[in-house]
Structures are given as structure tokens and as C-alpha cells.
């Protein structure tokens, strides 16, 4: 299974990003699929997870009301909408694929996920 994310860049604070994962996988529909981000010397986070129905979604607490998580399964890809970027959100943003299908509570640690994109990185600037 491969994650392509891409969508990262240099923004001014208060800018907007929108981030994308697209994989080739056919059962990308069955899985939950998650955001997480990793800040220069700090450890891997997470940040948004949307169910397998995409009836549920999930949030850390500095991404509420700024980030909204979404997909489209026909297209197999998940997307990160990021508004009112701040500086504490530059890091490299990784995709990951829930490790068990059809389940709406994919968790919010890495472990509950066994497939990772590369990553890109989203810079901020004050």
C-alpha cells in the first residue's frame, strides 16, 4: 500500500493549506484514514482522523475549528483543509492508513495505524 501526501509549502500565518493523500490501494473506501505531524525535534503527533464511513471525525485540540478532515473515496484520497495556519504548525504532515478496516474510531496513536505516506512539509511563517 502506498500514500502519496503532497499539498505542503510556505505560508504566512493566518494563511490557508490544503494537504492531500491519494493511494492506488482499491479498499482505500474501508479504512479510517489519519493526519499526523511531526515538528522539528518533537515527536511524531497526531491530528486529525476521519472514519471509515466518514461519519466521524476526530481532532487534537489545536486543530479544532482551524483544520477539517475529509474524503473522497472515489478518487482514493484523503485531504487536510488547514486555516488560520500558525507558526506551531510547521512540521512534516504524514497520511496513514487505520490498521483495521471498517471501523469509525481509528485511534489517535501511531500504533493504531500500518501504513504511512511520505510526508510533506508545511512551513509557517509569523
Known amino acids: 500500500v502506498q500514500l502519496q501526501a503532497c499539498g505542503g509549502g510556505l505560508v504566512q500565518a493566518g494563511g490557508s493549506l490544503r494537504l492531500s493523500c491519494v493511494t492506488s490501494e482499491r479498499t482505500f473506501s474501508r479504512f479510517a484514514m489519519g493526519w499526523f505531524r511531526q515538528a522539528p525535534g518533537k515527536e511524531r503527533e497526531f491530528v486529525a482522523a476521519?472514519?471509515?464511513?466518514?461519519?466521524?471525525?476526530y481532532y487534537t485540540k489545536s486543530a479544532k475549528g482551524r483544520f477539517t478532515i475529509s474524503r473522497d473515496n472515489a478518487k482514493n484520497t484523503v485531504y487536510l483543509q488547514m486555516n488560520s495556519l500558525r507558526p506551531e504548525d510547521t512540521a512534516i504532515y504524514y497520511c496513514?492508513?487505520?490498521?483495521?478496516?471498517?471501523?469509525?474510531?481509528?485511534?489517535?496513536?501511531?500504533?493504531?495505524?500500518?501504513?504511512w505516506g511520505q510526508g510533506t512539509q508545511v512551513t509557517v511563517s509569523s
Open positions: 496513514a492508513r487505520c490498521r483495521n478496516a471498517f471501523t469509525d474510531v481509528p485511534g489517535t496513536t501511531q500504533d493504531g495505524y500500518d501504513y
Open positions: 476521519i472514519g471509515w464511513s466518514a461519519g466521524s471525525t
